[in-house]
């Protein structure tokens, strides 16, 4: 079965300093992976998708970058955190096709920029 | 601008009490639509979806939602609830022009059970 981790679980971090979030999948290949963040009110907003290594859609502008290394590597970074950076971020996962439209999260990163 | 709106941002019910969260989504076309579940301490996931066909389509633990293309609604309803039932219910619409990848949540609506 699929599974997908996501850590750290909690972060706090200064304002300025950079950030490493890591999303991993196991049990498929080759599967889309996406980013999104969820703010209090404001429901999940995707911030980037990925078909495939190398692959890297941004869906808003943002301070945030994203990067697939490895087929079912997703990491989220930023180079200066921003207080409106604040917010909880879910890494989720699909499979190709047709099928992309099911999307699997997982348990989430909790990050506060102070 | 295209989107998905849940009005109701934080109900509260008794046990037993029946449950409608009202979901609308503006996108022409064909969609695909879900809601989600975020019970506490859990991971976001499927409650039930809707790609074509019958258009009131039942999910997990006793929830329905019928899809009214005239209305651009998915309601989401449940005639009995119960205090397990406590989380957040996201509704979600994947718009025919964005591709499959493309999924557009709503703003959820947090639903408290009381015993």
């Known amino acids: 079965s699929q599974t997908i981790h996501q850590w750290p679980a909690t972060l706090v971090q200064p304002v300025g300093s950079p950030l490493s979030l890591e999303c991993t999948v196991e049990g498929t290949s080759n599967p889309n992976l996406y980013w999104y963040r969820q703010a209090a009110g404001r429901g999940l907003q995707l911030l980037f998708y990925s078909v495939g290594i190398g692959q890297i859609s941004s869906e808003v502008p943002q301070n945030l970058s994203a990067s697939r290394p490895q087929d079912r590597q997703f990491i989220l970074s930023s180079k200066k955190l921003l207080l409106s950076d604040s917010g909880f971020y879910l890494c989720a996962w699909s499979s190709g096709g047709t099928s992309g439209r099911l999307q699997y999260f997982g348990p989430g990163t909790r990050l506060t920029v102070t | 601008a295209q989107s998905v709106s849940q009005h109701n941002h934080h109900v509260i019910l008794s046990e037993a009490a029946s449950l409608e969260l009202g979901c609308n989504y503006s996108y022409g076309g064909t969609v695909n639509l879900f809601w989600y579940v975020q019970y506490p301490g859990q991971h976001l996931q499927l409650l039930l979806k809707?790609?074509?066909?019958?258009?009131l389509v039942k999910g997990i633990k006793g929830f329905e939602a019928e899809f009214i293309k005239s209305k651009f609604s998915f309601n989401l309803r449940k005639p009995s609830v119960q205090w397990s039932d406590t989380a957040e219910y996201f509704c979600a619409v994947n718009p025919p022009s964005g591709g499959y990848q493309k999924v557009t949540f709503g703003t959820g609506t947090k639903l408290q059970v009381i015993p």
């Open positions: 809707y790609f074509s066909g019958d258009p």
